[in-house]
């Protein structure tokens, strides 16, 4: 049975293939939000993005069809001149390869359209391997070329010592990893410097998971599952309920990795975290506190292993050795240890600003949920397109360039609405259009900086969803603090108005409260932000336009 379990880059989506079924996965947990019959089992599928898609390579009439989440719909359609295998994917784009390995085509998927350019190799291609930044590795018979998949030219030639073929060949955060059938030994390359490291699983690997955006792989041996950090060089026991012949994937949320797996006759993936929230911290790699009481881990389990198979040839070990070293003694740390959750997200942020002026177009970067963007951009529900303007433009103020040209962020994202205003950041007034340029409102980088609202109080618990349109609330002699007490009780949060109405109404929207106006604004608030809430109290005699809003709570 064919079965194959991916991940988008984001960690939002993962698709589960059985056979021809195909289902999407939000977050990678059921119940499934769409479904796809696919027309052959001869079928390539990946994620593609951002925006997120799904591409399906076919070569039983050789196409490449582009599918949207979440309902799978077909939105884009490319035919190739003969049938082709994929072989990589990197960001937007797919490597595809022909049969005999000559010829390469690159075809990107963004948002609701296909395009595709052929490239010459020089030779017939043994492997191709996904990097970061839009480039593709490819294995020649004599060399090893990294090629930008947009320009479709070589950027650079490698000189890596790679074990002979056969092999498999992948690539993890910063790294490439190389293992052969049967074997039970992993080689990792640092791709900064070239530096490889030769681990021993004591255990012949049958399969590696990996992701691009993971510094982790996990390895399937016929012992189980093992572990292994790449910047940190350590082997651990992966505890999960894994059987022989399983799908697994990692899927990535900023910093937190988990392993997915999912059981025969179960549309349900179970979940493992492996790095980040909620997972063990192994021995020798860097804890979050100094403070933090010893676990029981998969590195404990290990070395129990390890003392219970003592003089074991297979038992679980690991070692590194330098370029032309023969010794293989552990050498110098390749880098620094898993990174603190505390680290900046907004430093790839700036970097990708930074690109952005200087005219170099770039795919963004992957924002964790658990930040302030993140979090926004979740709360609103923003669909891709309007996920990756916000990322845009957010990056452009944090380098002091916050208007760009509508041409120029249009071209960025690939499509005009968001820039035009009429598109999800429109209707929720949180962009500001003068003279052809655009940027985001102040209300909007306050937030997403950190910063405590200007217009308004907030009161009450935790971010709901305003109760959109405005109403009208007698005060029939009651004090404010009276008030704001009934009005946080029915709705939950309330922003309460201290400064301009349509400055406050749009940070109610945003900090996830209900706007309520203590005095009348005499004018209706405007842009009226899509969804936002607002309680007016009425005097004796309100402006007119308050005087025909409907009473609160009829």
Not at 114 to 119: D, E, G, N, P, T
Not at 232 to 251: C, I, K, R, W
Request: charged share 20%; net charge neutral.
């Amino acid at each position: 049975m064919t079965q194959a379990l991916a991940t988008s880059l984001d960690g939002q989506w993962a698709t589960l293939r059985r056979e021809r079924q195909l289902v999407l996965l939000a977050s990678g947990a059921a119940p499934a939000v769409g479904q796809l019959e696919l027309e052959s089992d001869d079928i390539d599928v990946a994620l593609v993005g951002p925006p997120t898609g799904v591409a399906v390579v076919s070569r039983t009439e050789p196409k490449v069809t582009l599918y949207q989440p979440p309902y799978l719909d077909a939105v884009a359609r490319h035919d190739l001149e003969q049938p082709m295998r994929l072989a990589a994917v990197t960001g937007q784009r797919l490597a595809l390869v022909s049969a005999d390995g000559k010829q390469v085509t690159i075809v990107r998927g963004a948002g609701r359209a296909l395009s595709a350019q052929s490239i010459d190799p020089g030779g017939s291609v043994e492997f191709a391997v996904g990097l970061e930044r839009n480039q593709v590795l490819l294995g020649l018979a004599r060399k090893l070329e990294v090629w930008d998949a947009v320009s479709c030219r070589p950027l650079l030639r490698l000189q890596l010592q790679l074990p002979p073929p056969p092999r498999t060949v992948g690539a993890a955060h910063g790294h490439l990893w190389v293992t052969r059938p049967g074997s039970d030994e992993v080689f990792v390359y640092r791709l900064s410097d070239g530096r490889p490291f030769r681990h021993y699983v004591g255990a012949p690997i049958e399969d590696v998971v990996c992701h691009p955006a993971s510094p982790l792989v996990v390895l399937v041996t016929s012992r189980g599952l093992v572990r292994l950090h790449c910047f940190a060089h350590s082997l651990n026991v992966v505890d999960a309920p894994f059987t022989p012949g399983m799908p697994l994937a990692q899927l990535v949320v900023g910093e937190d990795i988990s392993l997915l797996g999912v059981a025969e006759g179960s549309d349900d993936p179970w979940r493992v975290p492996i790095a980040g929230t909620g997972a063990p911290v192994p021995s020798g790699e860097a804890a979050e506190s100094l403070d933090t009481p010893a676990l029981t881990t998969a590195a404990d389990k290990l070395r129990a292993m390890r003392e219970r198979a003592a003089g074991d040839p297979t038992s679980i070990s690991t070692s590194s050795f330098a370029a032309g070293s023969a010794s293989s003694s552990p050498g110098p740390a390749a880098g620094p240890a898993t990174t603190q959750r505390a680290r900046a997200w907004r430093d790839p942020l700036s970097t990708y600003g930074l690109e952005l002026v200087r005219g170099v177009d770039g795919d963004p970067p992957v924002i964790a949920v658990d930040t302030e963007l993140g979090e926004l951009a979740h709360r609103l529900a923003l669909p891709a397109p309007a996920r990756r303007a916000l990322i845009a433009l957010y990056a452009l103020y944090l380098v002091g360039e916050p208007a760009l040209s509508l041409a120029r962020l249009a071209q960025t994202l690939g499509d005009w609405t968001e820039p035009l205003g009429q598109g999800e950041l429109g209707a929720l007034a949180m962009l500001r259009r003068r003279g052809g340029r655009v940027s985001l409102r102040a209300s909007v980088t306050d937030l997403l900086d950190g910063s405590a609202p200007r217009a308004i109080r907030v009161v009450g618990g935790a971010a709901t969803s305003p109760r959109a349109g405005a109403t009208r609330l007698a005060r029939e002699g009651r004090a404010d603090a009276a008030i704001e007490l009934e009005l946080a009780h029915q709705l939950g949060r309330i922003g309460v108005i201290e400064g301009a109405a349509p400055i406050a109404l749009l940070e109610a929207r945003l900090h996830g409260a209900t706007a309520v106006a203590l005095s009348p604004p005499l004018a209706r608030p405007l842009p009226w932000p899509r969804e936002a809430g607002l309680v007016v109290v009425a005097d004796a005699a309100p402006p007119a336009w308050v005087a025909a809003l409907p009473a609160h709570g009829a």
